[in-house]
């Protein structure tokens, strides 16, 4: 069964508005995909989750179907400090994928990012780079950037930051992530 995309309804939470009964929900979609616990994704995101991040969610009627969550951090660049939304969790029901659902999530992660004037930054595995590309996401080469973690074997994506960076500044970007 094919979903109307006009059935969607798309809200935002800032985390320190979002309801227990949300929440459950959230760590419900999220094992789904990432087989950790329900315990496992409670501590994750009591550890990493701050009251200023923001939750992206997708309903169909009153079901959450699709799910982002922006976590705001700061990063360096050219030694002046910025605040960026490291996107940090897309996923879409298993019910409800292969329907473009996931399209329209980023569409609405990137009207936020827009909006916030904020730039976007996500790490993605090599085979999910052309899904972020077609919404408009740019590879950042891996060379030019550093995050705050041991060892990063990821690529680096980037929205919202052409004209940030002079080209002929060679300065790595920080992105701090915690």
Known sequence: M???ILKLKKKTFKHCKITKKLNNEILLLKNTFWKHGIKSQFLWQFKNVKP?????CLFVKK???GYTLLRKRRMFLNKKKHYFYLVDTVTISKKYRQQNIGSYLMEMNNDFLKKSKRIGFLLCKKNL???YAKSGWKKIKKNTFKINVKKQSLNGMTFNFEGRRNKHNKNLIYFLTN
Do not use: E, G, I, W
């Open 52 to 56: 200023q991040d923001v939750h992206n």
């Open 129 to 131: 780079m052309n899904f």
């Open 2 to 4: 094919r979903l109307n």
């Open 63 to 65: 079901k959450l179907v």
